[in-house]
């Protein structure tokens, strides 16, 4: 059974490897291991051998892996350790996993912050993790050999035990050599295991984190309060982005357990012993808001905007190619469509929270977040620390699919703490959580297809207009991508100008991503975004940008095969012969489904193929449309996502994904 | 006022009409049962009340006073599961884990009546457990196949 500890352990400072993210583009990772002269390196007494950012192996006979992801249900806290175990012969129930908290020293590449999301984890931790697991292999042979007087290669590794080929009675542990290992030479090349002797890497695994959540010992943000620290319930703006005009708290202090009533940034918070008396109490504060840029715009209002744009304004032409006028000419059939996609919320099961200590000299914090080192630079910012004097500690997160990649709820728990001078656990109603989302953006788009006399799709054109994600973020992010000796009130600003141009430029790929990039070979294509922000606070959802081109590219994708009289499969192939991949998956699920004889079946298929961070997956849909009410009888899958570490963890994101999906509804007109 | 969780006296300092959910949590510090709506709506606080699934967030801790209370933390433990906790960990049910406490709590009270329960026996005892991360199916499976082992286990006489 592994171990995990509660999460509280902070990275050793006597952790003496630097992993080094090399430029951008590159996702290789260049693990130096710094001469192990100092005396602190050596495992001495009860001290670790740390031979790196990841694995401490203890004299008492701990193993120890430090989780520098978050864990959220996606398994990247198994498939990781996997990795870790297979490079050093563990079995999984030999590891103690704990999570890295805020530390630069795991930043992501590619993003240059310490997050996890976009599908990165496996990705950029498959080189990096297997090396230093590897290199630990090799100092633990190393000193094993010395110790049992035989050369290295002669070594066997089995489950943490050492021992000799031709004396293979007389074993040691890991905990045994690891003060001998941790004084061994380093190796001059790091070699791998051949793919040919995996033991676990491919193969399903059962989850490290399965039997603490079955049993409710898992502590997630919210179960994270230490026993004596107050509990604030904010009081939040019913106009999104409102802010305080007016409070009067009077009433509200009177009621039991009440501490504090405070302002902060978002609203007001009401402090109490329990969270239930800090909600309770809340009922007797009057609050006065001021109307953000967005007001009480409704839903119609707010995409009148949206359409307004649509006609009259222009924006980026993310592509163009050939020449959409002159080809017109060739067009027998126009395809038209107007396509409306809602906003989406993440409505994660476990409200938003989060637990901030926040002192004189420095602060502390404890959150179900998926950007730790994010957390850090940005509530340093807020309360004037240097980053060195914020503490992140991570907890499981009960659902993540991005709205834990804004930091607010642990930006409001910090604020809390620092106007009461307390403690402070914050945590979010229901209801709060579906109103003050970071949401996935609701947009419009226009799509012209025009198809020749063949029959065959010769032009593209598609509009698209709603907010950006990157724009609402960088003012917030940009900082910390920047060195951290750059005073707040340079960075600040820098990342606002970053913002504002973005803005102006209407350029943001993760809006566009799967429109701009289509595949399909039309051979006259215009794709144009302008951005248009209506104070809608908008975030990464599960796939960010593909949650709505997805949709879009393939819906009319169909209309257009429908408008040619041609089977929706094969209209697709025709237009891939240059993406094998995309085309592999087609061909796959079309199989699966039985796509070629559904007819004579009486079965209605839909098709769907999208591309996104890294994937490749083709999906039909039977459903069956009864009383104008559509019932969803199964979804056949084929997904090509490259080597696959734990086969049944993938299946089971796929699963989700699909329910996911299946609750977003979209209208066409 | 008095409460008997899992076959233990509490006394209890919280107001009557405190939900049994914020009891359990705030004052006696139980955090296995999870608070996902406070509204009866998700599931996520289920417990039993003399053996019937209840939404916590929705019993006040005045009503609760005068019954047995279950919750997660009486069935097993990581190194001692609770035959449905095993099936649910073979199976590789949970995802982000967070309503896991109260799928299992609505579940189990299916199985204590019902060791083979139909699909829409399944659909009736859990459809107020919402899963964000969609693990249904495999709650389902899992339901059928603890169903199996628990029958199999009281079928030879042996406990649970």
């Known amino acids: 059974m592994s171990k995990e500890l509660r999460g509280y352990t902070e990275m050793s400072r006597r952790s003496f490897l630097s992993v080094m993210a090399m430029t951008a583009g590159s996702l290789v990772i260049g693990i130096q291991l710094q001469p192990l002269a100092e005396s602190e390196a050596r495992a001495a007494g009860s001290d670790p051998f740390v031979p790196n950012a990841w694995i401490k192996i203890h004299p008492s006979g701990i193993y120890e892996f430090v989780l520098d992801k978050t864990e959220m249900g996606q398994g990247v806290m198994t498939s990781l350790a996997t990795l870790v175990c297979e490079e050093l012969d563990l ?7 704990v999570f890295a908290g805020a530390d630069d020293r795991y930043k992501t590449p590619g993003f240059g912050m310490q997050i996890t999301g976009g599908s990165t984890s496996v990705k950029t931790s498959f080189i990096p993790l297997r090396e230093a697991a590897a290199s630990t292999r090799f100092l633990l042979v190393s000193a094993a ?3 049992l007087q035989v050369r290295p290669e002669e070594v066997q590794v089995d489950r943490g035990m050492l021992f000799a080929k031709q004396a293979p009675s007389q074993k040691l542990s890991f905990a045994d050599v690891c003060g001998d290992a941790s004084l061994m030479p380093l190796p001059k090349k790091i070699v791998l295991k051949d793919p040919t002797r995996f033991r676990l890497i491919g193969k399903s695994q059962k989850r490290v984190d399965a039997a603490s959540k079955v049993c409710g010992t898992a502590m997630f943000g919210i179960d994270a309060k230490p026993k004596d620290a107050w509990c604030a319930y904010v009081i939040r703006s019913p106009f999104l982005g409102g802010t305080v005009k007016t409070f009067d708290p009077t009433e509200a202090k009177k009621q039991p357990g009440v501490k504090a009533v405070v302002q902060i940034p978002r609203g007001v918070a009401v402090v109490a012993e329990r969270w239930w008396l800090a909600k309770n109490a809340a009922d007797h504060v009057r609050v006065e808001w001021d109307k ?6 409704n839903h119609a209002q707010i995409y009148q905007v949206y359409q307004d744009a649509l006609q009259n304004e222009s924006g980026k032409i993310f592509t163009d190619r050939g020449n959409l006028k002159n080809v017109s000419a060739q067009v ?6 107007e396509i409306t996609i809602p906003f989406a919320p993440h409505a994660t099961m476990e409200p938003q929270n989060g637990f901030a200590d926040v002192k004189t000299d420095g602060a502390d914090l404890i959150g179900p977040t998926q950007g730790p080192g994010l957390a850090r630079d940005i509530v340093a910012r807020n309360l004037g620390f240097a980053r060195e004097q914020v503490r992140v500690t991570q907890t499981f997160i009960g659902g993540g699919f991005g709205r834990r990649l804004p930091q607010d709820y642990l930006e409001d728990a910090a604020a809390i703490s620092a106007a009461v001078k307390q403690p402070v656990q914050m945590v979010y109603t229901r209801e709060d959580d579906m109103r003050h989302d970071y949401f996935r953006p609701g947009n419009v788009h226009r799509l012209r297809a ?6 065959s799709l010769i032009s593209w054109q598609h509009k698209m207009v709603g907010p950006s994600i990157m724009t609402q973020l960088m003012p917030l992010w940009g900082p910390s991508n920047m060195p951290a000796w750059l005073p707040k009130f340079i960075s600040s600003p820098l990342a606002n100008i970053a913002a504002d141009y973005t803005a102006w430029r209407n350029d943001d790929g993760t809006s566009t991503e799967g429109a701009a990039d289509m595949e399909y070979a039309v051979p006259n294509m215009q794709m144009e975004y302008v951005i248009k922000d209506v104070g809608i606070p908008v975030g990464f959802w599960r796939s960010v940008g593909h949650s709505f081109t997805g949709f879009v590219v393939e819906t009319f994708i169909d209309m257009c095969a429908h408008a040619a009289a041609q ?3 094969q209209f697709r192939l025709d237009l891939l012969q240059a993406s094998p991949r995309r085309a592999a998956v087609l061909k796959e699920v079309a199989k699966l489904a039985n796509w070629s004889t559904r007819a004579e079946q009486g079965r209605f298929l839909g098709v769907a193929q999208v591309y996104s961070f890294s ?5 039909i849909a039977e459903v069956e449309v009864k009383d104008r009410q559509i019932k969803v009888k199964k979804i056949f899958v084929a997904c090509d996502c490259g080597l696959v570490v734990n086969p049944d963890q993938v299946r089971a994101q796929i699963e989700s994904a699909i329910i996911y999906g299946c609750r977003q509804r979209y209208t066409t007109s | 006022m008095n409460l008997t969780i899992n076959g233990k006296q509490h006394q209890i300092n919280s107001a009557n009409d405190t939900p049994l959910l914020w009891v359990l949590r705030e004052e006696l510090g139980m955090l296995g049962t999870k608070f996902g709506c406070g509204k009866g709506l998700c599931g996520a606080c289920t417990v039993h009340a003399n053996g019937q699934a209840v939404r916590s967030c929705q019993l006040p801790v005045s009503a609760a006073s005068s019954m047995q209370i279950t919750t997660i933390e009486s069935l097993g433990t990581p190194d001692a599961l609770h035959p449905v906790q095993k099936v649910w960990c073979e199976l590789n049910v949970p995802q982000c884990g967070y309503c896991q406490p109260g799928q299992i709590m609505s579940a189990l009270a299916l199985l204590n009546q019902n060791k083979n329960p139909s699909d829409s026996d399944i659909d009736m005892a859990m459809q107020g457990n919402i899963c964000r991360c969609g693990t249904y199916p495999r709650i389902r499976a899992a339901i059928k196949q603890a ?3 628990m029958h199999s286990v009281s079928a030879r006489g042996g406990k649970r």
């Open chain 1, 292 to 297: 953000g840029q967005l007001g009480d715009k």
């Open chain 1, 145 to 147: 050999a010395k110790r």
């Open chain 2, 147 to 149: 169903g199996k082992e």
């Open chain 1, 332 to 337: 027998k059939t126009w395809v038209d469509a």
């Open chain 1, 567 to 569: 089977d929706p499969i």
């Open chain 1, 450 to 455: 025009g198809l020749d006399a063949q029959g």
């Open chain 1, 615 to 619: 994937s490749y997956a083709a999906h």
């Open chain 1, 91 to 97: 079995d999984l129930d030999q590891l103690t996993i």
